[in-house]
């Protein structure tokens, strides 16, 4: 029998957001605006204050792969906190959304008069390499109807991604970035999601399908792997959870 946990891995606090903004450069991003490439220079590292930002890696002409979303409280952009780096995938702004932007020089500034807060800056960024590996370890290890699922959690957890009602709302393009998320092909996410509608836990409207994140859904990802879910806020995801009926 496999071992079974759940990795938790927090967010910066409002607290910690308004001392980084004392250094940082402030922006906001328009809809799908591409904030940087695959193989430009980096620097620094990117604090999300509204909104989500997807990371993306280009395998071949139309299909990608998404190893992070990042949404208020998380980072992305770190490989710039390296020496002489360069940005490893693209990053998109998901929907409209707002950022810190704090540059190599404000970062040791920032280490230097508020350590504390820095601190907490470097645990997140380190928090969030965390769960990239245990990304690598479910890509090897959970089907593809567990890494589904663990996407779905996670995409329960920011509104964005939800309706009015708390469902999660894969329209077109959010059916595109499950996939990516998955890291399987349309085809296999479809045969699952389908055999979830059959059982009552997902519902088609037209083109658009919506899946309650309830923990009558949640509790298929303890069937025999081994499952550490990837983002900071399941804990608070399953105790929002709602009871299909």
Known sequence: ????????????????????????????WPEGFQIYERGAVADGVFIVLRGCVVLRSRVRAGRGFVPWVATAGE????????????????????????TLYLSTAKMRAFVREQPTQALSLIGQVMGER????????????LSVE???????????THRGFLDASGRIEL?????????????ATRESVSLVLG????????ERVGSTLFVVPSERLFQRLSGGADVALLTPSLGEASSRTVELQ
Not at 20 to 28: E, K, L, Q, T, W
Not at 84 to 95: G, K
Not at 150 to 156: I, P, Q
Not at 171 to 183: D, I, N, P, Q, W
Request: proline fraction near 0%; charge should be negative.
């Open 1 to 28: 029998m496999h071992d079974q946990h759940e990795l938790m891995v927090g967010r910066l606090s409002e607290d910690e957001r308004q001392a980084i903004a004392a250094y940082a450069a402030r922006a906001s």
């Open 75 to 98: 980072t992305f952009g770190a490989e710039g906190l390296a020496n002489n780096s360069v940005y490893a995938t693209d990053a998109r702004a998901d929907e409209e959304t707002e």
């Open 130 to 141: 965390v769960s990239l590996l245990e990304k690598l370890r479910e890509l090897t290890t």
């Open 146 to 156: 567990q890494r589904l699922l663990a996407s779905l959690r996670r995409m329960g």
């Open 171 to 183: 329209s077109t393009a959010r059916y595109r970035l499950l996939c990516e998320l998955v890291g």
């Open 195 to 202: 055999r979830l509608t059959g059982e009552g836990l997902a």
